[in-house]
């Protein structure tokens, strides 16, 4: 068992399926500043989907949601493959309506040989219209041998 590493670095691709405006844009999710931040358009579901250079084994993810927007139901789905991703259920996540960052270990034992992408579909967020805030998404585990 190797030691966890952060996942996402520059070369990890970063869609998200709507942005409030330019100010909140998907750069801000990783970019460790707490004065930054992802904001969703309001509607449910939101997602945030990361597609990596290699497989990859998460074992960990760390959320910092802005309270009153917090995604309080969080399906990720995971593809091994990084064109045209079959997207399949993997595990679900349910966050505290807080400001800080909160930890969710993941069932790594079920993807044995790595993913290629993640995608954290928030299916219920605690803003009455459905927006979403984050200011840090962290993804720790091991990069497949």
């Known amino acids: 068992m190797g030691e966890m590493i952060q996942l996402i670095d520059a070369n990890t691709k970063i869609k998200v399926s709507s942005t409030l405006d330019k100010s909140v844009g998907k750069k801000y999710l ?6 930054t931040c992802w904001t969703s358009q309001q509607g449910i579901p939101q997602f945030v989907q990361l ?34 991703p079959q997207w399949r259920p993997w595990t679900k996540v349910y966050p505290e309506d807080v400001n800080r960052k909160q930890s969710f270990d993941l069932p790594s034992n079920e993807i044995p040989e790595g993913i290629r992408s993640l995608r954290i579909v928030f299916e219920e967020s605690s803003d009455f219209f ?16």
């Open 30 to 35: 990783t970019d460790g500043s707490p004065e």
């Open 51 to 84: 597609t990596f250079t290699t497989r990859v084994i998460p074992k960990q993810i760390h959320l910092t949601f802005q309270g009153g927007f917090v995604g309080t139901r969080c399906a990720l789905e995971a593809a091994e493959e990084e064109e045209k």
């Open 130 to 145: 459905g927006r979403i805030t984050v200011y840090d998404l962290r993804l720790l585990g091991e990069k497949h041998a």
